[in-house]
């Protein structure tokens, strides 16, 4: 089985422009949540989107976004980037709400902004 | 709220010894699930083990075993006979059972470094 793919591996932006992130989950995960790692502040949890509605959010500004299409593929999008947005993006994928809810992770997007 | 705690930042031994890292959580919820991940050098979080706040029963996977005592709020994890691949970082994490379990609430970490 296929795990969990994330594009582009690595991406530089420049401060202010916009970036997408796509993540694919494991086939038959229907729930896909994604978290920030980076040196100062660690793995924080960005949101969760499940049957295409974002289930849970963490704490970070509305410059954060996300979807999920309806084949469970998900995309992050961050607006207006800052130097503080460096970071090593994760995505998860998980079935939501069985006993076997762990999250599998992708290898991550590593997002530099100069 | 809830708060993990890995305080230990890094360790380092020698290869064959036994190491074990110490995790501790805080949080209001009476249903939880605790997770331990593996982060080595390519950066993936790899998942070794779940455990729910029902289920005090300790666990022992080969050279690693888990330790979970509610009553202290801690689920350390204790390596064997450690093996130069067993060199990462390694993450504690937790999450409520409500809203779906989807949450996770990680530690700071622990960097482990096996020395051959």
């Known amino acids: 089985k296929a795990g969990v793919t994330q594009t582009p591996r690595y991406l530089i932006k420049t401060r202010g422009q916009q970036v997408t992130l796509s993540c694919s989950p494991i086939s038959g995960h229907r729930s896909v949540s994604w978290y920030q790692q980076t040196p100062g502040q660690g793995l924080q949890f960005l949101f969760e989107?499940?049957?295409?509605?974002?289930?849970n959010k963490g704490n970070f500004p509305g410059r954060f976004s996300g979807r999920q299409f309806s084949n469970s593929r998900s995309e992050m999008n961050v607006s207006t980037l800052e130097l503080g947005d460096s970071a090593l993006y994760l995505c998860?994928?998980?079935?939501?709400?069985?006993?076997?809810?762990?999250?599998?992770f992708g290898p991550g997007t590593r997002l530099t902004v100069t | 709220a809830q708060k993990v705690t890995q305080a230990q930042t890094e360790i380092s031994v020698v290869e064959k010894e036994d190491v074990t890292l110490d995790c501790v959580y805080e949080t209001r919820d009476t249903t939880y699930y605790l997770f331990w991940y593996k982060q080595p050098p390519s950066g993936e979080l790899v998942f070794l083990i779940r455990r729910n706040s029902f289920d005090e029963q300790n666990e022992i996977s080969g050279r690693y075993s888990w330790n979970f005592q509610k009553s202290t709020s801690s689920f350390n994890f204790t390596i064997t006979a450690s093996q130069v691949v067993d060199s990462a970082v390694y993450f504690c994490?937790?999450?409520?059972?409500?809203?779906?379990?989807?949450?996770?609430?990680f530690g700071q970490g622990t960097r482990l470094t096996i020395n051959p």
């Open positions: 998860a994928s998980s079935f939501r709400g069985s006993k076997v809810p762990e999250q599998y």
């Open positions: 989107y499940f049957s295409e509605t974002q289930r």
């Open positions: 994490a937790l999450t409520p059972i409500i809203q779906g379990a989807q949450k996770l609430v």
